[in-house]
């Protein structure tokens, strides 16, 4: 059972970039994401359930950043539109029983991906 997250990489700002997040092994009830600033602590940024419902975004992405989920393929995704300099993060794909915005409410984790907003 694993989470795989990719999609990554150097973006300008304003610009967007599509995260995904395989899930192996099994389904699970809620999937998040969450984001690690350097030299900052772990940050939820959104999370939804199996179905690709009942979203729920952090204030600092709202409107900005969508997440969804395809169930055929096990596939969760964070697209991020109008980023920022302030984006720069590792991104982390998480799964868990239950939705919350805190790290120690999910099971399983990827392996994260960086996201750099720069010019």
């Known amino acids: 059972v694993q989470l795989q997250a990719s999609g990554g990489g150097l973006v300008q700002p304003r610009g967007s970039l599509r995260l995904s997040c395989v899930a192996y092994g099994r389904t699970f009830v809620t999937y998040a994401w969450f984001r690690q600033p350097p030299g900052k602590e772990r940050e939820f940024v959104g999370s939804t359930n199996w179905l690709g419902r009942n979203t729920n975004y952090a204030d600092s992405v709202k409107g900005r950043f969508t997440i969804s989920r395809v169930n055929t393929k096990n596939t969760m995704y964070l697209q991020m539109n109008s980023l920022e300099p302030e984006d720069t993060a590792v991104y982390y794909c998480?799964?868990?029983?239950?939705?919350?915005?805190?790290?120690?409410?999910?099971?399983?984790w990827g392996q994260g991906t960086q996201v750099t907003v720069s010019s």
């Open positions: 998480a799964a868990g029983g239950s939705a919350a915005p805190t790290t120690s409410r999910y099971d399983l």
